[in-house]
């Protein structure tokens, strides 16, 4: 079966999971009106349906290519990425002033979920020029904005980050890559840059690099560190794409997944660039561009996950072997082994994408109102968001694969492909650890305030719920209860101990939010209560191991020597 | 770091935790001396290390193929084989009388979960042999072994096992395949079978299809089914491959991993066979045949992941990215949450491998002494140390992908090669699923009595653990009376309810025995209680979320409808 975007899911959590009503409330997002935004996912799932999903597997089997130091694309994405940005798709949240739609956070995240499902080797591309444009409109001069947003705003040109270098990965300080100054106000930027998402294309007329260097003299660290635009070809004062600049891709990596985007090492000669925003302030910048990414990537685990979901639903409603329960010559669907699988899967994808969709609305809420809760909101939802939606997608993957026995592992069923594809999403963008880490340590500086005030809605809606739901109501109250207590004693533990239960604190979280969420969706309709039930009685119940490693802290950890590792 | 075989740790597991003493101690594995253990040990490290380990890779990059109908090995692979045959590995528990070395299963797995770490594809063309040399000694005609079992003993011969047809996968019973008695004691086979492991092969002179078929008149499903060897050439009375028979492989499959091992469609137009054992008594001899594959494909899972462990290990220790919490510039081992995965890592390998050796000493202990609760143990845990063995594989190749970041998603590492080839594990050999039905269903015959026996046993070394260790000794106690309960309930349920919570349950169980494995080893050497801590603390804990699935039936799931899992 091909892939149909989850027009329904997004719409049905956005009214009654995410609240997404609050925001179009805002003067802000006052043209984000329900008509508009069933539009706009109508339309987007059309095109990720009949446009861009035809294009995953020939974007698997015929990766992107360099030629003569240019990419080639993968047959087909030209015309898939030309549909994006004539549809306006690239400049959905993007300012109106520059040809955007200036649409909330929570539309464009929605978009980005089907059309992840859809091909996400190509879904990349865009996500980085939106990415880009955020950045430029937050910390660009007028004419640099002037100059560039119009172009990557409308998909002519695109946009990539450049952060890390062989010895600089999660460790983004310790790059090397250096900008000299030329004394006109530009820059000659010198250094090798890896991991370069769709670092060079021949799907636009320019690239637009923004890339993490160090001035002469800037301090060590992090705090040395500049944000650049570095164009492919130098523009012009009208915007036409002039020189050629000094850098180029050199080589592309072989992956395990994502064929159809090239991940290139960019080598920058001593390439012009331009200042974006202040000296040594290039990782606030970069931040900007990075922590919206961080949600788009937690819902590219959760787009993939529901095209993976699908292609296994469909093979155990075709495929027969033996009886059933239910019936002689049923599907291998009405097998309880299976249908235990299928089910886990709806639950888990419906419940990450709340998580996302509910981070993508404290965000638009942030802006539109600028009230500093739903900012800390936000900045706590982000790393669930992003791990949650992406261990979910690995684990679904797997699951779909799974359900199809041997057909799983051949390549042709492309239940394979889904489980290659989405374990970048796990790394990149801060590996989920970082993730976790962000989440006990930055996020908790608070003393974890933002934390039990989300934990407290929670309890406010499962009492709310105790009437109709009282089972499901009171375990979600105790899961959250049991949340509130290890969030008390994880703040009070030194930063390290907090970090050696990171990652299982974010995925205890993601627990209890996946509760409330399926309880939000139960009492909006009862339709829902039985994936509602299969979250709360057979997943949740995990959240209670996992807050007991997160009680054991660092010590026992440490104990374990090198020497007893290598067995 | 190259794969360094695992020798210490499987000598430790077999003397402390697995209790090989005892076969030792039997007149029949009389010859299995500590001294000979050692030293086929030491021997088979030595050649998974050196020889196979070189070929994986190579194996992956340049995948068999099929050239004018005949099997292309990959590079290497010749070399490799020729060093497996010539030192008799594919005949180490094969009798003795046919050229075999006679040993326990327990050094058997042993060596083939070294021989996986090393080169999966490639250990998986003696493994079939292997299979059928046990079935051929346990079903075959005194003529049909004294033909075959010399040469499939020696290697110059290889075996095959032909089930799976595109409408009999699971349900073998299924299968169409027809065997038509050609008056003279043969049978013509047609049909076509497919997933053939290893079907055609040009490491050996002839390779021997064991083929389940259907004879004219025979029942419907699993009664109606024969067992026939067919010869890709047919031998003449001294053994010499004579006239090619009439079977091919006709295409081989694009699969995720294991490209070094040739994934066959098989076609056989009236291929000449010989009836092994009786009419319509096929499945009992596949099921002697797919028994120990079942444990040796459990075997595969942890061999793979300790192979992934030892490559994640050596990047963490040789990568630094930022101050850590020992050091400035330590490695990122010493991050704590690079830590808690490795640990992880090490602690389920070791238990998971603990489980299969384990399992296989029950094996030896059923044949040498025929004690039928000997043959109940190995029964019990078979299902448990495949299913476990494959799903600790798959979780610990994706940790070990985790720990290396974007470098674990570049295929030049390995580390994706890993995840890639160890997720068939999961698959084949009876699916993790089916492995669990089989466990709550036929393994549970008995009201529970070989798992009630296995959980006193656990209790029993709790208790003794208690004075030294009594944190520790009491949540094994505690998780193991937890199990009992939950078996309790088990057997009362309707079968269905069983399949229901199968899978959590199998878990279940091995978390309750893993945490017997690690306090037995900590009790035998204190260096141990380091991993045995993260074990008990952190993992088995697990159990309890687990076994709440397994109360739950499979009311729930039917509740589910197709239409809710469509989103």
């Known amino acids: 079966m091909p892939y149909r975007a989850p027009v329904r899911d997004l719409r049905f959590i ?17 043209e984000a009106t329900p008509e508009l935004a069933d539009a706009i996912l109508a339309e987007a799932g059309r095109i990720a349906t009949d446009v861009i999903a035809p294009l995953n597997r020939a974007g698997d089997l015929n990766a992107a290519r360099l030629e003569n130091g240019a990419v080639v694309s993968s047959p087909g994405f030209a015309e898939g990425y030309r549909a994006l940005a004539e549809g306006g798709w690239v400049g959905i949240a993007a300012r109106p002033e520059h040809g955007g739609m200036g649409l909330p956070i929570s539309l464009a995240l929605a978009v980005d979920d089907m059309l992840s499902g859809a091909c996400l080797a190509l879904q990349l591309k865009p996500l980085l020029s939106k990415g880009q444009i955020e950045a430029l409109e937050h910390h660009a001069s007028d004419a640099m904005k002037a100059l560039y947003l119009p172009k990557l705003t409308s998909g002519e040109w695109s946009g990539t980050m450049n952060l890390t270098e062989p010895q600089a990965g999660s460790d983004v300080g310790a790059l090397r890559t250096k900008a000299e100054p030329l004394g006109d106000g530009t820059h000659a930027i010198s250094g090798q840059k890896i991991f370069i998402t769709w670092g060079d294309s021949d799907l636009v007329a320019n690239v637009c690099h923004m890339v993490l260097a160090r001035l002469p003299g800037a301090p060590e660290g992090t705090k040395g560190i500049s944000l650049f635009m570095v164009p492919k070809f130098i523009p012009d004062a009208e915007g036409r794409p002039g020189a050629r600049n000094s850098l180029r891709a050199v080589s592309l990596e072989h992956k395990l997944g994502i064929h159809g985007s090239p991940t290139c090492v960019m080598e920058y000669d001593g390439a012009k660039g331009w200042l974006v925003g202040e000296a040594n302030k290039g990782m606030a910048a970069m931040f900007t561009m990075m922590n919206n990414a961080r949600l788009s990537v937690g819902v590219q685990g959760v787009g993939v996950a529901e095209a993976a979901l699908q292609q296994a639903l469909a093979h155990a409603m075709e495929r027969h072997q033996g009886a059933t329960p239910l019936s002689a010559g049923g599907p291998i669907l009405d097998h309880a082994d299976v249908r235990r699988m299928l089910a886990a899967m709806r639950a888990e994808v419906f419940a990450a994408r709340s998580i996302a969709l509910s981070c993508a ?11 500093p809760d739903w900012q800390a909101r936000a900045a706590l939802l982000t790393p669930i968001a992003k791990a949650h939606g992406t261990d979910i997608g ?15 592992y051949i390549e042709e069923t492309g239940a394979a492909q889904f489980a290659r594809d989405v374990r970048i999403t796990a790394i990149y963008e801060g590996t989920n650890g970082i993730q976790a880490m962000d989440l006990v340590g930055r996020k908790m500086a608070d003393g974890g305030e933002a934390a039990f005030r989300l934990i407290d809605e929670v309890q406010r809606g499962a009492e709310a719920a105790r009437t109709r739901y009282p089972d499901l109501a009171g375990e979600v109250w105790q899961a959250s209860e049991a949340l509130r207590e290890a969030t008390e004693a994880l703040v009070a533990q030194p930063l390290n101990d907090r970090f050696a239960g990171a990652v299982p604190y974010l995925r205890a979280f993601a627990r209890v939010l996946g509760g409330d969420a399926h309880l939000k969706a139960a009492l909006a309709d009862s339709d829902r209560l039985a994936l509602a039930r299969v979250m709360i009685r057979r997943i949740l119940p995990e959240h209670a191991a996992l807050l007991a490693q997160v009680r054991e802290g ?6 374990v ?5 290598a067995g």
């Open 561 to 565: 020597r090198p020497e007893d590792l």
């Open 554 to 559: 660092a010590e026992g950890l440490y104990a």
């Open 394 to 408: 690995c684990e679904v993957a797997h699951l779909g694969m799974q359900v199809q026995g041997g057909m799983g």
């Open 361 to 371: 609305v404290a965000i638009d809420m942030a802006r539109a109102t600028g009230n």
């Open 14 to 30: 956005l009214e009654h999971v995410a609240g997404f009503a609050r925001v179009a409330a805002t003067p802000r997002f006052a």
